[in-house]
Every structure is written in structure tokens, then in C-alpha cells.
């Protein structure tokens, strides 16, 4: 899954070379965090939310069919 949601940040975003993911598992639930240049925190958030929330929709709908839970969360200072 943390392929997937390379694939998907990285093709929202203008600098799509500093896209990383990190993937965390603890107590039984999967968290993805990603980091990527400040420019493109807007382009992947989105108007409102809709689009980082179409994106958790997604992640949540692979992850169900495995049984699994997900969160996703946008890291908004890469150097942390």
C-alpha cells in the first residue's frame, strides 16, 4: 500500500522527486506519513479537504478488504 499512495501523491504534486512515505505500524493500525515540498502541501490537501480526503477514502477501501485499518497524515515540516 505505501506504493500506492507514492504513486497517487506523486502524481498531484509539481516536485514529485521529494515525495516520501514512511510507513509506521503500531497496535494493529497502519500510518502513513508522508512528506514532500511545502509548495505541494496544497495541491495534495486540496479545497477543504476533498482531496486528501478522496485519497484516505481510497487507502481506507484497499485496506478493508485486507481486514486492516490505515490513517494518513501529510507531515507539514519535511525536516522532522
Request: charge should be negative; hydrophobic fraction near 40%.
Amino acid at each position: 500500500m505505501k506504493y500506492f499512495v507514492e504513486y497517487v501523491v506523486s502524481s498531484l504534486v509539481t516536485f514529485a522527486d521529494e515525495v516520501d512515505v514512511e510507513e509506521v505500524d503500531q497496535d494493529g493500525t497502519t500510518t502513513f506519513y508522508v512528506r514532500l515540498n511545502p509548495a505541494d502541501i496544497g495541491r495534495v490537501i486540496g479545497k477543504h479537504g476533498k482531496t486528501i480526503g478522496a485519497i484516505r477514502s481510497l487507502l481506507q477501501a484497499a485496506a478493508a478488504r485486507d481486514g486492516r485499518q490505515v490513517r494518513l497524515e501529510v507531515v507539514d515540516n519535511p525536516a522532522a
